[in-house]
Nanobody
Framework: QVQLVESGGGLVQPGGSLRLSCTASGITFSIYDMAWYRQAPGKQRELVATITRGGSTNYADSVKGRFTISRDNTENTVYLQMNSLKPEDTAVYYC?????????????WGQGTQVTVSS
């Protein structure tokens, strides 16, 4: 059974920091491209950051320079370090793992963790 379990969300003041973690089980983590998405109330889910199985990263313009995605294949975990948080970063953050095998995409999602940025 595949599971992606996020943790690390919470309430933080503007300008503060949080570190999200997502630990995977039931998959060969090292061969998956991983990503963080977020969904704010009343808005569509949006891509925040990606990290390939080779370690290449990419970020949404709105978080560049503030967020850092990383992975530890020995711990089957992907992280999202979030600094200089803004109220508009408030959302449920979801972990995503994806790979293609024989042309068929395999995509898994975590259950989400709430991040609230407010004074």
């Amino acid at each position: 059974q595949v599971q992606l379990v996020e943790s690390g969300g919470g309430l933080v003041q503007p300008g503060g920091s949080l570190r999200l973690s997502c630990t995977a089980s039931g998959i060969t983590f090292s061969i998956y491209d991983m990503a963080w998405y977020r969904q704010a109330p009343g808005k569509q889910r949006e891509l925040v950051a990606t990290i390939t199985r080779g370690g290449s990263t990419n970020y949404a313009d709105s978080v560049k320079g503030r967020f850092t995605i990383s992975r530890d294949n020995t711990e089957n975990t992907v992280y999202l370090q979030m600094n200089s948080l803004k109220p508009e970063d408030t959302a449920v953050y979801y972990c995503n793992g994806a790979r293609a095998t024989m042309g068929v995409p395999l995509i898994y999602w975590g259950q989400g963790t709430q991040v609230t940025v407010s004074s």
